[in-house]
């Protein structure tokens, strides 16, 4: 079977196309001759379901499925029933990269859905661009991932990693003087995710004259948190800031309630929206915040089908992950119905980059548009733990509570 690839390594480019191939528009074949039917479209998908990231990347795998189960339904794609084929990266970006390398040289897919974690989607989105692929990815939120030159490259999310606490820094520095925290310590993941979370509150602070007092970052793999929640609780920081997953936040607000460290503010990335969480730390979650692409009330009509769909498969409302998986089919899509092709021709693939690049997709995290380098260009919102329950509290238009300034206890 021939199908055109264009593949680039070094500057260097180099075709392969058989003389049978050359005779089609471009050395491009159809979905159906790369598919080996006619009646499926075949989407590849590396997701980290062993390893340091596969508590989230199981609940992107849980979102894509539910996205081809919805799709199918309801006509397919293009009319054609939709395949996800899978491959375990176990959050490793050597493996992810050979993966999409399989995907679309064995497995012949039709197109492609990004990985889970920025560490995953650097490697996999270059093996994309390399092929041509449009990649439109729902995790990697990292600034680095948008200033490797991809011009294939979707994030189906709000907003990137460094502003996904922006409306926190807001309302952090229009509260009055004598709540304002002066001082705050830092824990984040070595992880370029976790740290642009983090680190993008981080500056917004420290410009505004409140004190770093502690910035300890850790590997991935760590689970002993001892010692760092003995560094952040010496310093009797007025908030603390975790730019984290899921398990390393528990570990860590575990090993803070340990020392009786009690902070005025707390926020920890992606780890307060898995439903999970609150068991996890003993149910002392009041006040706790995180920054969300998403919620399951949003009024959006996407979303309230997605929900209705989601939890009828599983019993319980999508989180996060799953609605940016969702999400990411979603965009691809929209694409592929706009344009009318779903094949790996450098000709469609490229078709549907420029229609992203040009277009808005309603989506279930709200609409989104994107800059020349992949960046949404939306806002993500504040939950926080009131009452026991996760409620979104900025922006104030949005909000499902009042924002509490001063954290009662963990």
């Given at each position: ?36 039917s ?9 997701l ?9 990347g ?49 497995e ?5 859905f ?57 309302k ?22 976790a ?11 420290e ?22 929640a ?146 949404p ?8 733990y ?25």
């Amino acid at each position: 079977m021939s199908v055109f690839r264009t593949v680039r390594r070094g500057g260097l480019a180099a075709t392969a196309c058989l003389a049978l191939a050359a005779t089609l528009a471009g050395c491009g074949l159809s979905s159906d001759a790369a598919s080996g039917s006619e009646d499926e479209i075949v989407i590849g998908v590396s997701l980290p379901l062993t390893g340091d990231f596969s508590e989230p990347g199981k609940g992107v795998e849980r979102g894509y499925e539910a996205w081809a189960e919805y799709v199918n339904e309801n006509g397919g794609l293009l009319g054609k029933q939709v395949r996800l084929e899978i491959l375990d990266d176990q959050s490793s970006a050597d493996r992810v990269a050979s993966d999409y390398e399989k995907l679309i040289n064995q497995e012949e897919v039709d197109l492609v859905f990004g990985p889970f974690s920025t560490r995953l989607v650097v490697p996999a989105a270059q093996v994309a661009q390399d092929y041509g692929f449009l990649f439109v990815e729902p995790a990697g939120a990292a600034e680095e991932v948008f200033t490797q030159g991809f011009d294939n490259l979707f994030y189906a999310a709000p907003a990137i990693a460094d502003d996904h606490y922006n409306l926190l820094a807001e309302k952090i520095l229009s509260m009055p003087e004598g709540q304002r925290p002066r001082s705050v310590a830092y824990a984040t993941m070595d992880d370029p995710f976790a740290q642009g979370t983090a680190y993008g509150l981080k500056d917004k602070l420290e410009a505004a004259g409140i004190e770093t007092v502690a910035d300890e970052v850790y590997p991935p793999n760590t689970t002993d948190f001892s010692s760092i929640a003995a560094k952040i609780a010496d310093t009797e920081a007025d908030m603390v800031v975790g730019g984290t997953q899921y398990q390393d936040a528990v570990n860590l607000i575990v090993a803070l309630q340990q020392l009786d460290y009690q902070p005025k503010l707390a926020a920890f990335s992606t780890a307060p929206t898995n439903p999970e969480f609150p068991e996890a730390i003993g149910s002392k979650t009041e006040g706790i915040l995180s920054p969300t692409g998403y919620t399951p009330d949003a009024s959006y009509p996407e979303n309230q089908e997605f929900v209705e769909f989601y939890t009828d498969l599983h019993g319980e409302p999508p989180a996060e992950d799953e609605a940016n998986a969702w999400t990411t089919g979603e965009v691809v899509a929209a694409a592929v119905e706009a344009v009318g092709c779903a094949d790996p021709s450098q000709e469609c693939q490229q078709q549907l980059i420029d229609w992203l690049h040009e277009n808005t997709v309603d989506t279930v995290v709200g609409p989104l548009s994107w800059d020349a380098e992949g960046r949404p260009q939306s806002a993500h919102l504040i939950q926080q733990y009131v009452d026991g329950e996760i409620r979104i509290v900025l922006p104030e238009d949005q909000a499902e509570a009042d924002f509490i300034p001063v954290k009662p206890e963990w």
